[in-house]
Nanobody, 120 residues
Framework: QLQLVESGGGLVQPGGSLRLTCAASGFTLNYYAIGWFRQAPGKEREGVLCISNSGDSTNYADSVKGRFTISRDYNKNTVYLQMNSLKPEDTAVYYC?????????????WGRGTLVTVSS
């Protein structure tokens, strides 16, 4: 079964950076589109960024433009979410998801998430 594992979350001060990693267990991530989503306390899950299997990215959230980037390393079979200039409102559990294409919240396979807390 396709399993995704997120890592790299933690506590960071406002203005700081984190890089999240999405890795696969038991399958080749390279064949799939991978999306990053987040859910803040008391809010609905929202899309952040998505990258196709060919490397084209889609931005779901205007609030992260110019601060977050998505990339993938085909050699390492991983996808990254680089988050810069972090703000307290970026605090959330971040999830990666996989599917044949970037299809928003209807993507079929999900990881369990990694918590990002932005606070001084």
């Amino acid at each position: 079964q396709l399993q995704l594992v997120e890592s790299g979350g933690g506590l960071v001060q406002p203005g700081g950076s984190l890089r999240l990693t999405c890795a696969a267990s038991g399958f080749t991530l390279n064949y799939y589109a991978i999306g990053w989503f987040r859910q803040a306390p008391g809010k609905e899950r929202e899309g952040v960024l998505c990258i196709s299997n060919s490397g084209d990215s889609t931005n779901y959230a205007d609030s992260v433009k110019g601060r977050f980037t998505i990339s993938r390393d085909y050699n390492k079979n991983t996808v990254y979410l680089q988050m810069n200039s972090l703000k307290p409102e970026d605090t959330a559990v971040y999830y990666c998801a996989a599917d044949s294409w970037c299809s928003g919240s209807s993507m079929g396979y999900w990881g369990r998430g990694t918590l990002v807390t932005v606070s001084s």
